[in-house]
């Protein structure tokens, strides 16, 4: 009976040990074949220290060339805890707070953590590192601490174009402008350091390094122009600080003919190699009380480009574009012909009054050339009435003015207009004369250069070309023409009346003596029942064919000197940047600049 028990204990033990051979055999299997390439992967992972190495990003050039924007060379400070000894690791710590300026116990736990790499501090400069390659010398330290090769973006005109050109992150992403419109771009490819570790993190044999180069960010090429930046800039700034403009302003300068945006500002702007550092001095000296939410929003704020995500109601500047659809629709067949329009000093529209700004004294009989140069709402009130709200939308279309112009910039806003089925009598007059309605200035640029180019749809734009970083190739980019918006004829017709704005009518102050310039003033409320003002100018020059557009667009200046009518704030300071801009530009001068007696 005891060897019948002990021979069913043994086959119990025995097919105990087969079952537990058997599932080992099949974990064996699973690992072996389903989960081989996934375990393979994270050990190779595990068992290597990856050390990134950051590429070059591309360059920034204006048109002529000059840097805006470029990566200088500096170096990240990474450890290897557990290749440090334990008698080592507190005089390393020490001593990389001290050259980097860092807080002991923080670097001190990097040093004692488990890790297979910690970073220390990235984008240094050389100065700095070069001490740390002395230390580490003269204490005979070879193993645990790693020096790589980063690259920093670096702007060396500091604020100039900051609102284009943008900034990039710690880690060289693009944060906002070009850098990140165009990131993908910009970025290049990153490389890599690796070496073999244990699975304690101690290298393994000799401790060989595989480099695997980085891949450079190719360049761009913008159509700004350095030096017509710096010049409608510097006469922004004075702008606004002299009118106290407490919402700041900005100046697009504009090719009509290719869309090529030559400037654009907005005031106030920032330090790009700064971006983080607010830039009023209030607001500075009181940052540290702000909560993280206030600090954001008025980063935002500053980093915000009026020019292209603000909307605003242009006022009478948008006159042009009433007498462009007027003309084009045959509303109007004799342009200088007196006693075409009577100006009463109002004119009632569906039981509502609408007053032209010169009520007090009406401007009487006048030709639409008249009523342009006098900025006569009730004119282009009378005019909107004939071309009618179809018609008026159709062409708001044309000119790209219900649509974003699509700039190459993040973050455009589009145009605010009621919805046409609910523009009645009173909604088209204030349409016909720039109220009641909001454009952002790329708009409105836009839709003038097709008047200053001689009827075609153009599509602004800031990267002319790129430049391959491997070749050095450069591919340019072709501009984007659009159909005809409107004739050249009446065009031409349109830019001749605005030569009488400057030479005769509200917009005396843009010109320049020796130079055709044409232009229209405008002035609108900031808002409904706000009690602020926007002012503008919008010049074409030459007249005749015409190489830029500038817009200035100040937001309720509140000096002694400020009127509320006729642009006489915005019109000055076109005229003092095409004082210099039209020169540097080697645009011929004409002997005698005159208003032909056509009227």
Same mark, same amino acid.
């Given at each position: 009976?005891?060897?019948?028990?002990?021979?069913?204990?043994? %086959?119990?033990?025995?097919?105990?040990?087969?079952?537990?051979?058997?599932?080992?055999?099949? &974990?064996?299997?699973?690992?072996?074949?389903?989960?081989?390439?996934?375990?393979?992967?994270?050990?190779?992972?595990?068992?290597?220290?990856? &050390?990134?190495?950051?590429?070059?990003?591309?360059?920034?050039?204006?048109?002529?060339?000059?840097?805006?924007?470029?990566?200088?060379?500096?170096?990240?400070?990474?450890? $290897?805890? *557990?290749?440090?000894?334990?008698?080592?690791?507190?005089?390393?710590?020490?001593?990389?707070?001290?050259?980097?300026?860092?807080?002991?116990?923080?670097?001190?736990?990097?040093?004692?953590?488990?890790?297979?790499?910690?970073?220390?501090?990235?984008?240094?400069?050389?100065?700095?590192?070069?001490?740390?390659?002395? +230390?580490?010398?003269?204490?005979?330290?070879?193993?645990?601490?790693?020096?790589?090769?980063?690259?920093?973006?670096?702007?060396?005109?500091?604020?100039?174009?900051? =609102?284009?050109?943008?900034?990039t992150g710690a880690d060289n992403q693009?944060?906002?402008?070009?850098?990140?419109?165009?990131n993908e771009t910009l970025s290049g490819?990153?490389?890599?350091?690796?070496?073999?570790?244990?699975?304690?993190?101690?290298?393994?044999?000799?401790?060989?390094?595989?480099?695997?180069?980085?891949?450079?960010?190719?360049?761009?090429?913008?159509?700004?122009?350095?030096?017509?930046?710096?010049?409608?800039?510097? =006469?922004?700034?004075?702008?606004?600080?002299?009118?106290?403009?407490?919402?700041?302003? *900005?100046?697009?300068?504009?090719?009509?003919?290719?869309?090529?945006?030559?400037?654009?500002?907005? !005031?106030?702007?920032?330090?790009?190699?700064?971006?983080?550092?607010? $830039?009023?001095?209030?607001?500075?000296?009181? +940052?540290?009380?702000?909560?993280?939410?206030?600090?954001?929003? $008025?980063?935002?704020?500053? +980093?915000?480009?009026?020019?292209?995500?603000?909307? !605003?109601?242009?006022?009478?500047?948008?006159?042009?574009?009433?007498?462009?659809?007027?003309?084009?629709? $045959?509303?109007?067949?004799?342009?200088?012909?007196?006693?075409?329009?009577?100006?009463?000093?109002? @004119?009632?529209?569906?039981?509502?009054?609408?007053?032209? +700004? &010169?009520? !007090? %004294?009406? =401007?009487?009989?006048?030709?639409?050339?008249?009523?342009?140069?006098?900025?006569?709402?009730?004119?282009?009130?009378?005019?909107?009435?004939?071309?009618?709200?179809?018609? !008026?939308?159709?062409?708001? %279309?044309?000119?790209?003015?219900?649509? #974003?112009?699509? @700039?190459?910039?993040?973050?455009?806003?589009?145009?605010?207009?009621?919805?046409?089925?609910?523009?009645?009598?009173?909604?088209?007059?204030?349409?016909?004369?720039?109220? %009641?309605?909001?454009?952002?200035?790329?708009?409105?640029?836009?839709?003038? *250069?097709?008047?200053?180019?001689?009827?075609?749809?153009?599509?602004?734009?800031?990267?002319?070309?790129?430049?391959?970083?491997?070749?050095?190739?450069?591919?340019?980019?072709?501009?984007?023409?659009?159909?005809?918006?409107?004739?050249?004829?009446?065009?031409?017709?349109?830019?001749?009346?605005?030569?009488?704005?400057?030479?005769?009518?509200?917009?005396?102050?843009?010109?320049?003596?020796?130079?055709?310039?044409?232009?229209?003033?405008?002035?609108?409320?900031?808002?409904?029942?706000?009690?602020?003002?926007?002012?503008?100018?919008?010049?074409?020059?030459?007249?005749?064919?015409?190489?830029?557009? @500038?817009?200035?667009?100040?937001?309720?200046?509140?000096?002694?000197?400020?009127?509320?009518?006729?642009?006489?704030?915005?019109?000055?300071?076109?005229? #003092?940047?095409?004082?210099?801009?039209?020169?540097?530009?080697?645009?011929?001068?004409?002997?005698?600049?005159?208003?032909?007696?056509?009227?």
């Open positions: 009976m005891a060897n019948i028990s002990m021979k069913k204990r043994i %086959r119990k033990a025995l097919l105990v040990c087969v079952g537990l051979f058997s599932l080992i055999i099949i &974990r064996i299997g699973y690992i072996q074949f389903i989960q081989g390439g996934e375990l393979k992967s994270l050990a190779y992972v595990q068992q290597t220290l990856d &050390r990134k190495i950051n590429p070059n990003r591309g360059t920034i050039y204006d048109r002529n060339g000059e840097v805006l924007a470029m990566s200088a060379s500096v170096e990240t400070v990474t450890i $290897n805890p *557990s290749n440090i000894s334990k008698e080592d690791k507190e005089k390393v710590a020490l001593a990389l707070s001290n050259i980097f300026e860092l807080d002991y116990d923080t670097v001190l736990k990097k040093v004692k953590k488990r890790t297979s790499i910690e970073t220390i501090i990235k984008k240094v400069d050389k100065e700095k590192t070069n001490q740390l390659r002395e +230390w580490m010398s003269k204490e005979k330290i070879i193993a645990g601490i790693n020096i790589d090769e980063d690259t920093k973006r670096y702007y060396p005109y500091g604020n100039l174009a900051s =609102h284009i050109i943008g900034f693009g944060l906002d402008g070009i850098e990140a419109k165009y490819v990153q490389g890599k350091i690796v070496r073999t570790s244990d699975a304690s993190g101690r290298i393994i044999g000799r401790g060989e390094e595989e480099y695997i180069d980085a891949i450079d960010g190719d360049s761009l090429v913008l159509s700004i122009d350095a030096n017509i930046q710096a010049i409608a800039s510097k =006469h922004l700034e004075e702008a606004c600080i002299d009118n106290v403009c407490t919402d700041g302003g *900005s100046i697009l300068i504009m090719d009509p003919n290719n869309g090529d945006i030559l400037a654009m500002c907005t !005031y106030p702007e920032y330090d790009l190699n700064s971006p983080f550092t607010i $830039n009023k001095e209030e607001l500075l000296n009181n +940052w540290e009380n702000l909560s993280q939410a206030d600090k954001n929003k $008025n980063l935002q704020q500053m +980093w915000r480009n009026k020019a292209i995500t603000d909307t !605003y109601e242009p006022g009478s500047t948008f006159k042009l574009i009433t007498t462009s659809i007027a003309l084009e629709e $045959n509303v109007v067949t004799e342009t200088d012909r007196k006693g075409q329009f009577c100006c009463t000093g109002s @004119i009632e529209i569906a039981g509502t009054r609408i007053k032209c +700004w &010169r009520y !007090y %004294r009406p =401007h009487g009989s006048e030709s639409l050339r008249e009523a342009l140069m006098n900025s006569c709402n009730p004119v282009f009130i009378g005019l909107g009435q004939k071309i009618g709200v179809k018609a !008026y939308y159709e062409y708001l %279309r044309k000119f790209g003015l219900l649509n #974003k112009t699509g @700039i190459d910039l993040p973050g455009e806003a589009g145009s605010i207009f009621l919805k046409e089925e609910k523009v009645g009598p009173v909604e088209l007059a204030t349409l016909s004369f720039g109220q %009641r309605f909001e454009v952002t200035p790329i708009q409105l640029i836009t839709a003038v *250069s097709a008047i200053a180019n001689g009827g075609k749809g153009v599509t602004p734009r800031l990267v002319t070309a790129t430049i391959d970083s491997e070749t050095g190739e450069k591919n340019v980019l072709e501009p984007i023409i659009k159909n005809d918006v409107i004739s050249s004829e009446n065009a031409a017709k349109v830019r001749d009346m605005m030569r009488s704005v400057v030479v005769e009518g509200t917009g005396k102050n843009a010109g320049v003596e020796g130079y055709e310039i044409g232009g229209k003033t405008g002035t609108s409320e900031d808002g409904v029942n706000t009690n602020k003002y926007v002012t503008s100018f919008m010049g074409i020059s030459p007249t005749k064919e015409a190489k830029l557009v @500038i817009l200035v667009v100040l937001y309720n200046p509140t000096g002694e000197g400020r009127s509320s009518t006729v642009g006489a704030i915005a019109a000055p300071v076109a005229g #003092k940047i095409l004082n210099e801009v039209l020169p540097y530009m080697e645009i011929e001068k004409v002997e005698k600049v005159e208003e032909d007696e056509k009227n």
